[in-house]
Each structure stands twice: as C-alpha cells, then as structure tokens.
C-alpha cells in the first residue's frame, strides 16, 4: 500500500484522542482538586506527580486499543476498522486489546508525572498563578491566562 498504507488507521487514533484527552485532563483536573492544596505553602511536587500518572493511567486505559487497532491497520491485513476490531476480538480476545498497556504505563506513568511535577514546580517557582490573578483582576473580561 506504500506511503499511504501509513495513514491507514489515522481516523481510529483521531476519534480516539477526543475521548483520551478528555479523560486525561478531567482525571488531572479533578486529582489536582482532591490532592493538591491550592492554598498551601508547601511545595507538593509528590503529589503533582501523582496528580499526572493517574490522568496518564485514564489516557492510556483509552487510546491504547485505538493504538492496536491503528498498527493492525497499517499491517493492511484487514478491511476496515470495523473489520479490524471484530476479528481481533473474535480470534484474541479483549485482552489483546490491552496487551501492550503494562508497557505504555511503565513509559508514560513516569514521564506524565516527571512534567506534571515540573510544571507546577515552575508555575510556583515563577509564581505565574499569582500574575495570572492579578492580570485577571485588572482585566475582567479577559478570561484567558498569557501562558
């Protein structure tokens, strides 16, 4: 299929970032509110981190069987995505669906939580939440952050 035998896939992994996004940063969003105090203090970069590896454990729980889907696809073995996901089911199960989470995990937990930590290190360091109200108070109708 050469070159475009490449793409193949690509509307399974685009349909699948939505929803793959949406829980990493609902699951980051609300982790931050359940372990981070906002009015602390103290640095809490142990628990930034925590913050980003349970939003990485919610993304990759999503986008990792749209990935198996998309590289079975640029295999060219198969029809469809329709195609794709019923025979591996029917032949492999639901858990080759999953089978390369451990390792995606084991990649992106400490990446995610490594970043996350460093950018809320960063923002506290660069004290950006405190410019970023001050900037909001002396511009109501501006609602959106300069970072």
């Given amino acids: 299929r050469g070159v475009f035998g490449l793409m ?6 685009g349909a699948g970032c939505i929803p793959a ?5 609902g699951t980051y969003e609300f982790s931050k509110a359940a372990l981070l105090d906002a009015g602390a203090e103290a640095h809490q970069p142990v628990r930034a981190a925590a913050c980003g590896a349970a939003a990485t454990l919610a993304h990759d729980v999503i986008i990792t069987p749209m990935d198996v889907v998309k590289q079975r696809l640029q295999m060219g073995a198969y029809g469809g995505a329709a ?3 019923m025979s591996i089911h029917r032949s492999e199960g639901l858990v080759a669906f999953y089978r390369s989470l451990p390792p995606t995990l084991a990649m992106n937990i400490p990446y995610m939580g490594l970043l996350v930590s460093s950018n809320e290190s960063l923002k506290r360091f660069l004290r950006i939440e405190e410019s ?4 909001h108070a002396s511009a109501p109708l501006s609602g959106a952050p300069w970072y």
């Fill in 8 to 13: 193949r896939g690509s509307m399974v992994i």
């Fill in 21 to 25: 996004h949406v829980g990493l940063f």
């Fill in 83 to 85: 195609d794709c996901v």
């Fill in 132 to 135: 970023v109200a001050a900037a």
